[in-house]
């Protein structure tokens, strides 16, 4: 039975459903990683079973390019005028263990995992006003609400102070099987994970600079774990995060 979430519900950045807890500090878990090294899927198993929203920022990334996709196909003639258009369209609405992104009030979960989103997010993913707005929504959500996030940068520039921080790494070849696992191509072939392997390098290296683990992360690598694994091991840091929250709360020294 999953936990719920802690804060109360609440789409658009935080607003709206049930009050949320007083003054309370909030906990935040930051878990990055490269593509396809487990962070979603891990972030929100541990979201429902430890009692937090799980919060996907490479989906705003994400959403933030199917918008700009939608306004101008032709990304030679994208402005920055028009990327400021783009995310205007886009909210976040509460789920109930989730923040997940939408365009114009629709569902987006198919076309923002999409080859035309893929493809060009690590672009919009340079762009400094994209990043300062995908921060503003998830350092809003975490103003009002436990959160686990998953990303590049969530436990360096976005959430220094999180508390708890992992990086999640598996070796390529098994990040691109499970990537066409998780695209339903059941047996994919030597021949396909290759090319797999090929499109996740050259993302990984577009993404370099801001795929940064920090000093104080728990590296785990996932290549033989399995989800379950990885997922009590977290959810277990969790618990040990909050026991030492709630000891320095009452210390008086939170
Ligand atoms: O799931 P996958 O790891 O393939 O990618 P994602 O988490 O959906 O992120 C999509 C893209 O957003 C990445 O390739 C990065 O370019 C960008 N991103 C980022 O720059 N910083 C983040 N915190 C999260 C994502
Ligand atoms: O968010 P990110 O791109 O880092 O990875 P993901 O989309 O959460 O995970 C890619 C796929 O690997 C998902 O289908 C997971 O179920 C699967 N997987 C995993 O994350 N960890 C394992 N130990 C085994 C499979």
């Known amino acids: 039975m999953p936990a719920r979430p802690r804060g109360g519900g609440g789409g658009g950045g935080g607003g709206g459903g049930p009050a949320p807890h007083g003054s309370r500090d909030r906990i935040v878990v930051a878990i990055d990683g490269p593509a396809a090294s487990g962070k979603s899927s891990t972030a929100h198993l541990v979201a429902t079973r430890a009692g937090l929203y799980h919060v996907d920022s490479g989906a705003l990334y994400r959403a933030a390019t199917a918008a700009q996709l939608r306004i101008q196909p032709d990304v030679s003639r994208w402005t920055e005028a028009q990327m400021q258009e783009a995310v205007a369209l886009v909210t976040l609405v509460a789920r109930p263990t989730a923040f997940r992104p939408m365009i114009a009030g629709a569902d987006i979960d198919l076309e923002i995992r999409g080859p035309d989103v893929t493809r060009y997010v690590s672009l919009v993913a340079q762009m400094p006003a994209i990043r300062g707005w995908v921060n503003e929504q998830v350092r809003a959500l975490a103003r009002r609400h436990d959160i686990v996030v998953d990303g590049r940068d969530i436990g ?52 370099a600079t801001q795929t940064v683990q920090a000093k104080d992360a728990i590296l785990i690598d996932t290549t033989t774990l399995t989800q379950e694994e990885q997922v ?14 709630a000891e320095r709360g009452s210390d008086g020294r939170g």
Do not use: G, M, N, Y
Not at 168 to 197: C, F, G, K, S, Y
Not at 232 to 245: H, Q
């Open 156 to 207: 360096t520039v976005v959430f220094p102070d999180a508390a708890l921080k992992v990086f999640l790494v598996a070796d390529p070849w098994e990040r691109a099987r499970r990537r066409l696992i998780e695209r339903h191509v059941r047996r994919p072939t030597d021949a396909d994970i290759a090319e797999e392997t090929d499109r996740l390098v050259q993302r990984d290296a577009r993404d």
């Open 232 to 245: 009590s091991r977290i959810v277990a840091l969790v618990e040990a995060a909050r026991a030492r929250a």
